[in-house]
């Protein structure tokens, strides 16, 4: 009788491991809204970057990470290797820890390479601040300047692509 509540059991396991998990979009209250605009110091050159030159004509997607979160670590790692299907999508990478704790992060996953990456430290804490959050990784993913959906977590790249291709835009649950 052990042997089969074991066997059922690690069964269970195996097939719960294996399902690829979706999560749901959080609410914001920033839904239908445009791109907040932040001012980053980048990592490549130590210049500044405004979310405001955003092209506003194309998706694209503000991952706010740590460099010491596992789940960060996978989300990029997730982007990095899809990157060649993400192209014509702009990443703005963003983070409020400080210059040597992000720099080997920005080195590990080569992000000099990707024209289509900007990687930056949020020197003022406007992001987490502006959508209230205390958790990373974070995505905000934006379909023509206005935030379609919003993910707290790693998601998969499947996820992140049917994302990305779908039309729909968030609607604002504001009144």
């Not at 670590?73 to 040597?100: C, E, S």
């Not at 390479?113 to 993913?141: E, H, M, Q």
């Amino acid at each position: 009788m052990y042997k089969s509540i074991l066997v059922i059991s690690l069964l269970m396991l195996v097939a719960a491991c294996s399902k690829t998990s979706i999560l749901q979009p959080i609410k914001t209250g920033h839904e239908g809204e445009g791109i907040p605009k932040l001012s980053l110091l980048l990592l490549g050159n130590k210049s500044f970057y405004s979310t405001a030159d955003l092209p506003r004509g194309k998706t694209n997607v503000l991952f706010y990470f740590s460099p010491v979160c596992p789940h960060c670590r996978v989300q990029m790692r997730t982007i990095v290797d899809n990157m060649h299907r993400l192209k014509d999508v702009q990443f703005t990478i963003l983070t409020i820890a400080d210059y040597p704790s992000t720099r080997p992060f920005y080195d590990r996953y080569k992000l000099n390479r990707y024209s289509n990456v900007a990687i930056g430290i949020d020197t003022g804490y406007i992001f987490p601040n502006y959508f209230k959050i205390d958790k990373v990784p974070f995505l905000a993913i934006y379909k023509n300047g206005v935030l379609k959906d919003a993910f707290i977590g790693s998601i998969s790249f499947d996820q992140l692509n049917h994302e990305i291709q779908s039309n729909v835009i968030a609607q604002s649950n504001r009144p």
